[in-house]
């Protein structure tokens, strides 16, 4: 009934304890179905969903408290040989076979090539899914840092949900047809010994938190609430967590709606092309921070070409961090005489115009390796 697909019945039976074929099916058996044709896609079926006679919809009240799985995490894959597409293709689409609540879109990256959006409920679920590629399936591949979608309020009075860095609106359209932009927000409850109070408070904090409540169940144990936004919970806050309190500490967490919210759009350039496989939504009091690892990280991976290569990291239309890779140069002053003024200075301008002629026609030669081991940080 979610589907509201139609389909025909070839088999009904019961789990006796293998399947046994019956007429029908009464109340509190635990049964099967065969449909003949079966279902075109895998995604048709729907944990807890409600099968019918057709003509009956308006009878019977599907199973009360079926909600459809709502991913909150999501992260872009992408193999690491091309070659390899389809067979982490097959790999993905049986892992998902038997666990409906993650969600497939194809997508492509001028710099990765073809790949995939990946929705999950959370980070350890994410985290889990990628472990199992790489054990179970021998897979290779880049995954990118885990993002949370972001809401955006339109003056027209729309709502629209963004759950792609490349989607999220830029330049006029943001000033004059966005009237509020919120991200999403968790109740996280802490457990932890009272010696590791402050240090837990500071993390917190630092993460924009806002505090619920503190109590004491025992002596020596602390209940902790806050309001967190969710995008700093997927981003490592619980293995800090762990850090600050050896360990010691337990973390829950529950939606706690959307607020709003001072966010941004982050991106890499490289020489004023925008790398889209490196681009954030993030708060506007992380980009500069953020922005200056990001250029420092990654000159340390691009090779040095035959031109200049600018690296900068663009908060919307402010650029929050710059570093400059210094081209391979040659001497071409080594067989001047000192005194010969007029002759250098004429070398070293047909220098520079022809450094100028290669940057305008140049394209920055990335390896694939440099975004693996750029985005595994």
């Known amino acids: 009934m979610a ?34 044709p079966g279902m075109r896609h895998s995604h048709e079926a729907k944990v807890g969903d409600t099968y019918t006679t057709v003509g009956s919809e308006k009878h019977v009240h599907p199973l009360p408290g079926f909600e459809e799985p709502k991913p909150m995490v999501f992260v872009a894959a992408y193999p690491v040989d091309q070659s390899d597409f389809g067979h982490l293709e097959d790999s993905i689409n049986r892992i998902v076979l038997n666990d409906r609540s993650v969600t497939l879109q194809k997508e492509s990256s001028q710099a990765l090539g073809l790949g995939w959006r990946m929705g999950f409920l959370g980070s350890l679920h994410c985290s889990v899914f990628q472990d199992r590629l790489r054990q179970e399936h021998g897979a290779r591949l880049i995954i990118t840092p885990p993002t949370v979608p972001c809401r955006v309020i339109w003056r027209d009075g729309r709502e629209e949900e963004i759950w792609n860095p490349n989607q999220f609106p830029e330049g006029e359209v943001m000033h004059n047809k966005i009237a509020e932009l919120q991200e999403p927000y968790v109740l996280a409850t802490i457990t932890l010994p009272e010696e590791y109070l402050g240090k837990v408070l500071e993390l917190c904090e630092s993460n924009r938190g806002d505090q619920v409540s503190l109590q004491f169940f025992t002596a020596t144990q602390v209940i902790l609430k806050y309001e967190l936004p969710l995008a700093l919970l997927v981003d490592d806050f619980f293995g800090k967590l762990k850090g600050f309190t050896k360990g010691y500490a337990t973390l829950d967490y529950e939606d706690a709606g959307w607020r709003k919210s001072s966010i941004v759009k982050l991106q890499l350039m490289v020489n004023k092309v925008p790398v889209d496989a490196v681009a954030r939504i993030v708060h506007t009091t992380q980009a500069e921070r953020l922005g200056r690892r990001w250029v420092t990280k990654f000159k340390e991976l691009v090779d040095r070409q035959m031109f200049e290569v600018v690296l900068q990291a663009v908060a919307g239309k402010r650029i929050v961090a710059r570093e400059t890779i210094k081209p391979f140069r040659k001497d071409v002053l080594a067989k001047l005489h000192a005194s010969d003024v007029s002759r250098r200075r004429k070398l070293l301008e047909r220098q520079k115009e022809g450094r100028k002629k290669l940057k305008a026609v140049g394209n920055v030669v990335i390896e694939h390796k440099a975004f693996q081991e750029f985005l595994s940080q």
Do not use: S
């Open 3 to 36: 589907t509201k697909n139609k389909y025909y019945v070839g088999e009904v039976g019961i789990m006796y304890p293998d399947q046994t074929p019956q007429t029908m099916l009464r109340a509190g058996q635990v049964g099967y179905l065969f449909f003949n």
